[in-house]
Nanobody
Framework: QVQLVESGGGLVQAGGSLRLSCVAS????????MGWYRQAPGKQRELVAV???????NYADSVKGRFTIERDNAKNTVYLQMNSLKPEDTAVYYC?????????WGQGTQVTVSS
């Protein structure tokens, strides 16, 4: 049973920072891309950032220059460092990973940015 568990969400003022973590556990043979998505109330889930097993990254235009995605393959963990947060970054953030050639999602962690 593969599981993704996120942590690090919370309430922060505009301009502040948060660091999200997502740990994959279970019977893992292979992890390819890992990424972060977010869903704000009344909106569709959208890609925030993704990182391949080789370390290549891709970001949504709205977070470029403010967010950084990293991974620690030894720990099966992906991180999202979020700086200069804005109220429009408020959403539930979900971790996604391709593990054993299947897509898995975490349960989500709430990020709220107050103005």
């Amino acid at each position: 049973q593969v599981q993704l568990v996120e942590s690090g969400g919370g309430l922060v003022q505009a301009g502040g920072s948060l660091r999200l973590s997502c740990v994959a556990s279970g019977s893992i043979f292979s992890i390819n891309a890992m990424g972060w998505y977010r869903q704000a109330p009344g909106k569709q889930r959208e890609l925030v950032a993704v990182i391949t097993s080789g370390g290549s990254t891709n970001y949504a235009d709205s977070v470029k220059g403010r967010f950084t995605i990293e991974r620690d393959n030894a720990k099966n963990t992906v991180y999202l460092q979020m700086n200069s947060l804005k109220p429009e970054d408020t959403a539930v953030y979900y971790c996604n990973a391709e593990i054993n050639w299947r897509s898995f999602w975490g349960q989500g962690t709430q990020v709220t940015v107050s103005s």
